[in-house]
């Protein structure tokens, strides 16, 4: 592992903005905002991620604070731009891993770490679950840290947002996305190699690439999964998402309302046609209902974990 990536008190370099600021324990003047130390705004089973995750007993769902990224359509707004959570510390981090395999969750997901990576790895070190570890990302990655990553994560589950540069300056802040997520997830699937399962239908070995629909964007999407087709490995799973919902925060012309039967459709039918396979999402899945709350109402409120 390249641990100079990883030194809390280097110029951070985590994500491909590269800010290069110092960051202390608790503060941080980078994209991010946010200090060294892991923020946690949730740590609980989690029922509603694909069922090679999820299982029938959930997957360990921890929810890191703030974001590289920070989409103007996030549905988690509270924690990706405005830092809700709890700050802890490695072994704090390291007893939430251990208590959410005690309770028998199939895998560990760690939801949107990349900044908190020196923290994350050292609570690793002090507790490594026997469950997959599922990295969880908006595919906005540095290829190096992706590859420092090789001998942690078991299961990568990046999303592939936007193919457009123009789009993805306008949803993400960021024209060179794809670019970035592209790199990141060709080398994510030659780290996993093709898709392990155990016996209950569990993914422990593997890439599954996320898409989410966005409203008046189905040719973006279906340049998302050519991409996929033409460039990532066969039979990489896809989990082609329809659970849009607007919120109040964002202001972008078009985004205020859900995805359409035919836009979907539109996608879907690219996706069958390129041969591509995985899990799809039913119009019911477009709710706030399935957002988890963020209020410290988890197993591991914030009370918890002072």
Not at 214 to 222: K, L, M, R, V
Request: aromatic content about 8%.
């Amino acid at each position: 592992m390249n641990d100079s990536l990883f030194d809390r008190h280097a110029p951070c370099a985590l994500c491909p903005r590269e800010c290069a600021v110092l960051r202390t324990p608790d503060t941080g003047s980078g994209f991010c905002a946010m200090g060294t130390d892991a923020v946690v705004a949730r740590a609980a089973p989690h029922l509603w991620e694909e069922p090679c995750i999820s299982g029938s007993r959930g997957t360990g769902a921890v929810f890191f604070s703030g974001c590289t990224l920070q989409c103007c359509y996030c549905q988690n707004w509270g924690i990706s731009h405005e830092g809700q959570g709890q700050r802890v510390s490695a072994r704090q981090l390291a007893d939430m891993f251990r208590r959410l395999e005690d309770i028998g969750v199939h895998s560990l997901s760690l939801i949107t770490a990349t900044h908190f990576l020196p923290a994350v790895l050292e609570a690793l070190s002090l507790y490594r679950p026997k469950v997959p570890i599922v990295y969880n990302c908006g595919g906005f990655e540095r290829v190096e840290v992706v590859r420092a990553l090789a001998d942690v994560v078991d299961v990568w589950l990046p999303d592939i947002k936007n193919h457009s540069p123009r789009i993805s300056r306008l949803l993400l802040g960021r024209s060179d996305y794809f670019e970035a997520a592209s790199t990141a997830v060709r080398q994510m699937c030659a780290l996993s190699g093709p898709p392990q399962y155990d016996a209950q239908g569990i993914m422990t070995r593997g890439t599954l690439v996320r898409h989410l629909v966005i409203p008046g964007c189905a040719t973006d999407s279906i340049q998302v999964l050519r991409f996929i087709a033409d460039e990532l490995p066969p039979g990489t799973p896809i989990s082609l998402m329809r659970q849009y919902t607007p919120i109040p925060q964002c202001t972008v012309p078009g985004l205020d309302r859900r995805v359409t039967d035919a836009e979907y459709r539109r996608v879907l039918d690219a996706a069958l046609a390129l041969g591509l396979t995985g899990y799809l999402q039913d119009a019911q899945s477009a709710d706030s209902a399935y957002t988890p709350p963020f209020d410290g109402t988890g197993v591991f409120g914030a009370g918890e974990m002072r």
